[in-house]
Each structure stands twice: as structure tokens, then as C-alpha cells.
């Protein structure tokens, strides 16, 4: 009867299953109803409602973070049911580890902030400089997806990160426990983790394994733009000369390029997928345009990566590369790991190409229809730059959307292998 009612519940938050992750969790939750009084073969899911209500419990109020794929379903319960004066999506992980202090400067309490485990690095220095119990002894509760957690697969660039996330807590001096996937073990956790936070005023953080939520769908806007990324993203590349190189960033992006050189059967070596190191696909490029000055370098970008490390493009704009070309896929949201918006959402306050321009770079222009992209494109490859081409286009990506079929490795030693050659 239970399960029977966890089914439900799950059909009233998502509608009919349609979806990879709809249907493993319908499949697993009759997989529970089948083993019945076996309670060691079942499968427990966490409500982001029953947790978001438990966190309120011990106190907490204030979220902000930076999403993340294994969080998206809590993250998507907060951007529908907190206000935005109580839920910030910060341009990255230490941003929100600096908001949460000034937070609890202003009020004395404590705030939730969320991240992926690959955002650890970003969040050391405001850790142990600012919220350690040494120096300011400002406390708040991190809640961060495993990505790589060991003895589960996935992708490359989250392996190594998923074996050293303890490890890296531990160094920080910042206790941490696995969130249970089951109501009564996670109001159990959250009370040690407000004791310890309440006693020791610093840091506590929770682990949250992969599939530890039930789906929660975040209502998205409709889509105002005509262009999907993939469909711009193959007018671009098949608009490039055969010398010229390309960086593009994490996350859908670079799955969407390896799968159109495949269609096309052009190769992988002329591309470098940033898979990992969110933000920093145009300093990467521009190391390489600076000593490659012959060739054209084309970095891909997308709108949440760039806001993550702005400090970038005044780099780009002080160094100059005449050769450097950016192209920002702006669709508003952080797209791969749920579609909760950033910054660049709202078009009339924020432009990527007045904030480029201010920071150096020549030229910009922006770009809507695919006629325009046409003309955008040809007018980047044949202007000096730095120069920046924003693409405007609508969220999503296809459900059959897959992944880099060689490792970053080989990838890295054709692309070297390309640059080579002059």
C-alpha cells in the first residue's frame, strides 16, 4: 500500500511517464511493488517537497547555489515555490558561498547552498578565508551532488572529481554525510547537521547520490526564438573553413558538435569539447589563439558558462587576438542540468555583446533568425577580433542526445595533432 501510494504521488508531480528518468522511476517503484515485504530490494525516493519542508524545519529559508544535474528536481521545487528574494542562482559556486555570509551577517541565520561536486574548487578560498570557524565562523548547510561517486559510472570529466570529493571535504575540515533517499532518514540528518552548525558556527555538507529525488518538472517559458542550439550550432560549423578551430564548452553543446561531425563524417580533430571546467572555454581558446595566430580560433560558449567566469572576456579584450572569435549560445538557462535560468534571461536588463564590447572586445552583434545567423557567421570569419556573435535561441536539446564516443585523451591528441599543422 505504500509503494502502491508513492506511485501516485509520483503521477500527480509528472503527468504520465515520457522521459529516460520518468520511466526508470516508474519501473522501479513497480519493481518495489514486486518485492513486497523484501525490504532489502527496495528502491526509497525523496520527495523535494517532504526535504524542502525539512530544511524549513531546522530553520533555513535562503537558497542559492548554482544547479546541478543530480539536484535539478529540488532545485526546480525551489525556483517554483520560493520567492526570488529567498532563492538566488549565483554565477558560480563561490558567489553563492559569499551570499550566504552577507546573509547570515544580516540576519544571524543560516542558508542552503547547493552545487555540484566539480564546483568544490570554486567555493575553497571563500571557505576556508571567510566562512571557516577560524576566521568568521559563518555557518551554512552545502548540499552537493556526487557526480562520480565510486562504483557508479559516468562521464570522464566527473570520475576523478567523484573520488576526491570526500577526501576534499575532509581536508577542508568541513564534516559531511550522504543524504538518505528516505524522509525520516533525511529529517534525521538535517538535525545533526543543524546541531553541528548550531555548536561549532561553520560549515556542514550533504552528499546527494544520483537519483536520490523524485522527479519534480520545472515549468519552463515558451520558447521565443525560432532556432533550437543544435540548429544553429551545425549552420556555424558548416560555415567554418576546414583549418579553423573550434572550442566549445561543456555541457550539450560539445555532445551536440560530436554528434554532427559524425553525421558528416568529418573527424573530431578539429574540435576541443570542454567537457569539463564550467566557464573557461574562452580562456582555452585564447591561449591557443595567441600562439596560433595564423588560424582562426572559434569559441563556442554558452550564456550560463560565460556569466560563471566574466572575468574572462577582459582578458580576451586586453590581450587582442585578431583571431579570436566568440559565439555565445544564449537560450537564458542553464540548459543541460534542469533549465533553470541565468542571468542573461531577461534580455532587456542583461546583453553578452555591450558587456564583451566594455570589456574590450571590437565588435559584437546578435543574432536571432537563421537568415541572420547566416550573415552573423560571415561577417565574424571576415571581421578582426577579438569579436563576439551572440546567438539567440530556445531551451532544450534532443531526447536521443548522445554522448562523445572517444575519451578526452584521444581527443586531446588529435586536436594537438591539428593544431600542428600550419
Keep these: 500500500q505504500e509503494y502502491k501510494w508513492h506511485l501516485l504521488k509520483y503521477y500527480n508531480l509528472t503527468g504520465k511517464p515520457g522521459d529516460v528518468q520518468d520511466l526508470q522511476v516508474h519501473e522501479q517503484i513497480k519493481h518495489n511493488l514486486e518485492a513486497g515485504h523484501m525490504t532489502e530490494l527496495v528502491r526509497d525516493f525523496l520527495d523535494p517537497g517532504d526535504f524542502y519542508r525539512?530544511?524549513?524545519?531546522?530553520?533555513?529559508?535562503?537558497?542559492?547555489?548554482?544547479?546541478?544535474?543530480?539536484l535539478?528536481?529540488?532545485?526546480?521545487?525551489?525556483?517554483?515555490?520560493?520567492?526570488?528574494?529567498?532563492?538566488?542562482?549565483?554565477?558560480?559556486?563561490?558567489n553563492a558561498i559569499g551570499l550566504a555570509a552577507g546573509y547570515h551577517l544580516a540576519t544571524g541565520n543560516i542558508s542552503l547552498v547547493y552545487l555540484q561536486n566539480s564546483g568544490l574548487g570554486n567555493i575553497v578560498n571563500p571557505l576556508v578565508s571567510l566562512a571557516a570557524r577560524e576566521v568568521y565562523a559563518v555557518p551554512m548547510l552545502l548540499l552537493i551532488g556526487w557526480r562520480g561517486e565510486p562504483g557508479k559510472r559516468d562521464e570522464?570529466?566527473?570520475?576523478?572529481?567523484?573520488?576526491?570529493?570526500?577526501?576534499?571535504?575532509?581536508?577542508?575540515?568541513?564534516?559531511y554525510s550522504p543524504l538518505p533517499d528516505y524522509i525520516e532518514g533525511a529529517r534525521k540528518t538535517l538535525n545533526t547537521a543543524k546541531q553541528y552548525m548550531d555548536k561549532h558556527t561553520s560549515p556542514y555538507a550533504l552528499l546527494v547520490k544520483r537519483q536520490t529525488f523524485l522527479p519534480y518538472k520545472l515549468s519552463k517559458q515558451p520558447g521565443i526564438y525560432p532556432m533550437s542550439r543544435e540548429m544553429a550550432l551545425k549552420i556555424i560549423v558548416d560555415s567554418l573553413h576546414d583549418n579553423d578551430v573550434i572550442v566549445s564548452t561543456t555541457g550539450m553543446l560539445s555532445?551536440?558538435?560530436?554528434?554532427?561531425?559524425?553525421?558528416?563524417?568529418?573527424?573530431?580533430?578539429?574540435?576541443?569539447?570542454?567537457?569539463?571546467?564550467?566557464?573557461?572555454?574562452?580562456?582555452?581558446?585564447?591561449?591557443?589563439?595567441?600562439?596560433?595566430?595564423?588560424?582562426?580560433?572559434?569559441?563556442?560558449?554558452?550564456?550560463?558558462?560565460?556569466?560563471?567566469?566574466?572575468?574572462?572576456?577582459?582578458?580576451?579584450?586586453?590581450?587582442?587576438?585578431?583571431?579570436?572569435?566568440?559565439?555565445?549560445?544564449?537560450?537564458?538557462?542553464?540548459?543541460?542540468?534542469?533549465?533553470?535560468?541565468?542571468?542573461?534571461?531577461?534580455?532587456?536588463?542583461?546583453?553578452?555583446?555591450?558587456?564583451?564590447?566594455?570589456?574590450?572586445?571590437?565588435?559584437g552583434q546578435s543574432v536571432e533568425t537563421m537568415d541572420e545567423l547566416r550573415s552573423g557567421i560571415q561577417w565574424l570569419?571576415?571581421?578582426?577580433?577579438?569579436?563576439?556573435?551572440?546567438?539567440?535561441?530556445?531551451?532544450?536539446?534532443?531526447?536521443?542526445?548522445?554522448?562523445p564516443t572517444r575519451s578526452p585523451i584521444q581527443n586531446k591528441a588529435d586536436f594537438m595533432n591539428f593544431l600542428s599543422y600550419e
Design 255 to 363: 555532445r551536440e558538435l560530436f554528434e554532427h561531425r559524425v553525421v558528416r563524417e568529418h573527424g573530431h580533430e578539429r574540435d576541443f569539447l570542454t567537457v569539463g571546467s564550467m566557464g573557461h572555454a574562452s580562456t582555452i581558446a585564447l591561449g591557443i589563439a595567441l600562439n596560433k595566430p595564423k588560424r582562426q580560433v572559434f569559441c563556442l560558449d554558452g550564456d550560463g558558462s560565460v556569466i560563471m567566469h566574466m572575468g574572462a572576456l577582459s582578458i580576451v579584450g586586453q590581450t587582442s587576438p585578431r583571431n579570436f572569435k566568440h559565439i555565445i549560445f544564449n537560450n537564458g538557462a542553464h540548459d543541460s542540468v534542469g533549465g533553470q535560468p541565468t542571468a542573461a534571461q531577461n534580455s532587456k536588463k542583461f546583453s553578452l555583446t555591450e558587456i564583451a564590447i566594455g570589456n574590450g572586445y571590437l565588435e
Design 54 to 70: 525539512a530544511i524549513r524545519n531546522i530553520g533555513i529559508n535562503f537558497f542559492c547555489g548554482v544547479p546541478d544535474s543530480l
Design 156 to 175: 570522464p570529466q566527473h570520475m576523478f572529481q567523484g573520488q576526491v570529493t570526500a577526501g576534499l571535504l575532509e581536508t577542508l575540515g568541513i564534516p
Design 72 to 94: 535539478k528536481d529540488f532545485c526546480s521545487y525551489v525556483s517554483t515555490n520560493v520567492s526570488n528574494s529567498h532563492h538566488i542562482i549565483t554565477a558560480n559556486e563561490g
Design 381 to 403: 570569419v571576415e571581421t578582426n577580433g577579438p569579436a563576439v556573435l551572440e546567438v539567440k535561441v530556445h531551451q532544450g536539446s534532443r531526447k536521443d542526445l548522445g554522448r
